[in-house]
């Protein structure tokens, strides 16, 4: 998402705007009065992307493109990048346990093997992680000249949504995975469990909300992990087990790992944003969802 101002109004355009979470950020913006431009890509274009080797580097190279443009344009005052907090592990670097806290000095070491990480887990983790730090590059006394840029790092995104895309269904089967038969969705919930020592989850509301707020606020620049509830697959399943008695939960995820690490992340709290949504609400609006559609 990026931001250009003038004296009248504030114009944003929203990169991906029919995507799970750009649908839901371009509707709060129209309703809250932006005037909103949002970027689809040519799904016939099938050629796209192919120049690089890797998805990792089309990444890289995709989010420099944006940086670069925003920055000949001229008119863009803030970049804000949806990153991921994948790419902040607590695990240590030596593989010997994890730390006691999770903020936003920490990065994911590339070179980190996880049990529970197939070939996508691991691209997709690499590519957030490097296209974080490439356009991290290009903030305020970086290569990007005056453009004011954030990376908002967030979690697990669940709530209702307004979409059926291919990964608003990814992203609700991994919350659903505990009490549902899904086996991509279970990996997934591994994987973030392993990569985060915990599972750092967000609504899609509070997600859109967070983009705004860095949006209006000149002193937001820079990095910042982004997720109201840090719970474990315990505390997740237990959670379901209180509220949604109605359904099964695997008997593992109540034997799951009990670990102490901290939520240590604080900047964006410390700037003034405040979270609306607990892990119940969460996951209430999840399993609403999921019924409304049918997959529940
Ligand atoms: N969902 C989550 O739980 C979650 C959590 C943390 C971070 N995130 C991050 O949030 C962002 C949005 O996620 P999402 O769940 O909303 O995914 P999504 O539904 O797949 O939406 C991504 C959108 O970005 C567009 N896009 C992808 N690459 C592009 C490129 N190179 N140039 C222009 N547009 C491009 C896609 O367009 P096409 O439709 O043309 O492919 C799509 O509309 C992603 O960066 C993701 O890593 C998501």
Not at 120 to 140: D, I, P, Q, V, W
Not at 189 to 196: A, P, S
């Amino acid at each position: 998402m990026s931001m250009e101002t003038s004296s009248r109004c504030c114009k944003v355009c929203v990169t991906g705007g029919a995507g799970f979470i750009g649908s839901w950020l371009v509707k709060k913006l129209l309703d809250k009065g932006y005037t909103v431009h949002a970027t689809l890509r040519n799904l016939k274009d099938e050629a796209r992307g192919s120049q690089y080797k890797s998805v990792t580097e089309a990444a890289i190279a995709g989010a420099r493109n944006i940086a670069v443009s925003c920055i000949k344009s001229g008119t863009v005052k803030k970049l804000i990048y949806t990153a991921s907090v994948v790419s902040a592990s607590p695990l240590k670097e030596d593989e010997s346990g994890y730390l006691d806290f999770m903020d936003e000095t920490l990065w994911t070491p590339l070179n980190l093997q996880f049990s529970h990480a197939n070939e996508l887990h691991n691209t997709y983790t690499s590519s957030k992680t490097l296209a974080e730090k490439e356009l991290l590059s290009f903030g305020n006394n970086g290569n990007g000249g005056g453009l004011e840029v954030v990376t908002l790092a967030c979690g697990l995104v669940g709530g209702e949504m307004l979409l059926s895309s291919t990964s608003t269904l990814q992203t609700v089967s991994t919350l659903l995975s505990q009490i549902t038969d899904n086996a991509d969705g279970y990996y997934r919930l591994r994987f973030l469990e392993e990569i985060n020592g915990k599972i750092p989850i967000i609504h899609v509301d509070d997600v859109c909300e967070a983009h705004i707020f860095c949006m209006l606020n000149p002193s937001v620049q820079g990095r910042y992990l982004c997720a109201s509830s840090f719970v474990s697959s315990l505390e997740m399943a237990n959670c379901y087990v209180k509220n949604h008695p109605e359904f099964h939960v695997k008997q593992e995820f109540l034997d799951g790992p009990k670990r102490e690490i901290k939520w240590a992340s604080t900047k964006l709290l410390q700037e003034g944003f405040v979270y609306k949504y607990d892990t119940k609400m969460i996951l209430d609006d999840c399993v609403k969802y999921a019924r409304r559609m049918g997959y529940l």
